[in-house]
Each structure stands twice: as structure tokens, then as C-alpha cells.
């Protein structure tokens, strides 16, 4: 009986250490969720899957559509010479796009980490927050504004080719469909030369009638009007994130300046107090001294 109750002293120190230590990697595991800013994580994770939809479909989509002009609405390369240069350089323009938000997302997230955490020591006068850190949510919160509005544009700009290809798409639709009583099908017809895509030399520059359905039911055309649909939805998602940090930072920026205000008022009352209990202890000091 006395061998045993060593052993039973081990295995109860050992189960304790355990309870310790699984503790101690609870703790640690909520301190480490606790400074993770999930409202920036998830404008960050947005803001990727925006700019994904957006950069991807647009780029494929935008190839898809100078390949159909080029077959079915302005065979001379010639006449359509600027819209080829201008798609290129709009190709070039998602590219970069695509590397800015790649980067400047990460940024906004780690100005997140780096807030939270600022707040949550400013609020246990561990630490306190610099003008430069100040400044920096300030310029970030400039900096967002500016990408937002620009993206707002980038927006509107989406939707018109969703709109060019959506009245293609309704024309063939009407073409084919049994209800249409439609005499003559070659009077229908889709100028794309008063949309100024092209210029009015260019040959043919319209589809009717049967041509117009059969580029209907191409590749290009179909591919082409649903990936347009989703660049659309992947610049809608963009601009909602840019809106979600601009929330994010301006609450951000509004939290270190109070938390300032605070800390600054909590050191005017520290320092009065001191003062107080010196004076007071002078006092004691006098009166303590007259006595005797």
C-alpha cells in the first residue's frame, strides 16, 4: 500500500501539469483569436474574390469579344485598329489592377492587426499610440476613398458591355422564339456601329436575320456576355468591401483618438492625484512638527 501511493502522487502531479498546460494553450489560443480583426479579414477576403472575378472574366471576356468583331462584324483588322489597341491596353490596365489590390488588401488587413492591437493595449495602458499611427489610418482611409470612387466608375463602366451584349442576347431570344410572328427574320438586325465600338466604314459592321442568330450561338458570343455578367458582380463585390473599409478604417481612426483623449485625461488625473497626496503629506508633515 505505501509503494502505491507514490505512484499514485506522480500520476495525479502529471494529470495536473496536463490540465496546466492544456489551460495555458486555451488561453492562448482566445488571445490570439481576441486580436484578430475579422471585420478587416473579411473586407480582405471580398476585396480578393472581387478582384479575381473582376480581372479574370474581364480579361477573358474582352478577348472573347475582339475575336467575334474580328469574325462576324469588321473582318478589315484595319478599321478596328484603335478598339484592338484600346482592349489591349485595358488588358494591361486588369493587370495591374489585380497586383495593386493583391498588395494594397494585405496592407489594410495588417493596419488592422495593427490597430486592434494598439487599441486593445492603449485600453490596459500597456502602450500608446503614436501621431505617425494615427496619421497612417488617416492616409489609408484617403488613400480607400480615392479606390473606391474609382472603382464606382470602373463599375458603371461594366455595365455597358453587359448592356450591348443583353440587347443582342433579347434580339436572337425574340428571333427564336415560337410566339414571335415575325414576317420578315433579315429586317432584325444588330448594328454595333452606333454604339461607337467601331468605326462606320467598317464592313459589315451589323448581323441580321440568320447571321445574327448563328453569332448567338457562338462560343465567343455566349462566353463572352456571362463572363461580362461576372466581372460586373466581381466590381459590385470590390466596391462593397472599399465601402466595408472605409467603415472599418474610419471606426478605426475614431477609437485611437478617443483612446488617446482617454489616456491623456487618465495621466492629468494621475498627475493631479500625486500632487494631492504631496501636498497632503506636507501638510501632516507641518502639523505633525508644530505638535511637537
Known amino acids: 500500500m505505501d509503494g502505491t501511493k507514490p505512484a499514485m502522487e506522480s500520476n495525479t502531479e502529471e494529470t495536473q501539469e496536463e490540465t496546466q498546460e492544456s489551460k495555458g494553450c ?26 479575381a472575378l473582376f480581372c479574370g472574366c474581364g480579361h477573358v471576356a474582352l478577348s472573347g469579344t475582339l475575336t467575334m468583331l474580328d469574325n462576324h462584324f469588321s473582318t478589315v483588322t484595319t478599321d478596328h485598329a484603335t478598339l484592338t489597341m484600346v482592349i489591349q491596353i485595358l488588358q494591361y490596365i486588369i493587370y495591374g489592377i489585380a497586383s495593386f489590390f493583391f498588395v494594397y488588401a494585405i496592407l489594410l488587413l495588417a493596419e488592422g492587426f495593427y490597430t486592434t492591437s494598439a487599441i486593445k493595449k492603449e485600453l490596459q495602458s500597456d502602450f500608446k499610440t503614436t501621431a505617425c499611427g494615427r496619421c497612417i489610418t488617416a492616409f489609408f482611409m484617403f488613400l480607400t476613398y480615392i479606390m473606391f470612387l474609382a472603382f464606382l466608375a470602373i463599375f458603371g463602366f461594366t455595365a455597358i458591355p453587359v448592356f450591348l451584349f443583353f440587347n443582342m442576347w433579347t434580339t436572337c431570344s425574340a428571333m427564336r422564339s415560337p410566339d414571335a410572328n415575325i414576317t420578315s427574320p433579315e429586317s432584325i438586325c444588330v448594328d454595333v456601329r452606333q454604339y461607337g465600338i467601331i468605326p ?41 468591401a472599399l465601402i466595408h473599409y472605409l467603415m472599418i478604417l474610419g471606426a478605426n481612426w475614431a477609437y485611437l483618438k478617443s483612446a488617446v483623449s482617454t489616456h491623456d485625461y487618465q495621466d492629468i488625473k494621475t498627475k493631479d492625484d500625486q500632487d494631492l497626496e504631496a501636498e497632503a503629506r506636507s501638510k501632516e508633515g507641518q502639523n505633525s512638527s508644530s505638535y511637537s
Open 26 to 51: 486555451f488561453e492562448c489560443c482566445i488571445k490570439c483569436l481576441g486580436g484578430v480583426p475579422y471585420a478587416s479579414l473579411v473586407a480582405t477576403i471580398l476585396c480578393f474574390i472581387g478582384v
Open 200 to 240: 462606320w466604314n467598317a464592313t459589315p459592321g451589323k448581323a441580321c436575320g440568320a447571321t445574327l442568330g448563328d453569332i448567338c450561338n457562338t462560343s465567343e458570343f455566349y462566353l463572352s456576355y456571362h463572363l461580362y455578367i461576372v466581372a460586373f458582380a466581381g466590381a459590385g463585390a470590390t466596391v462593397i
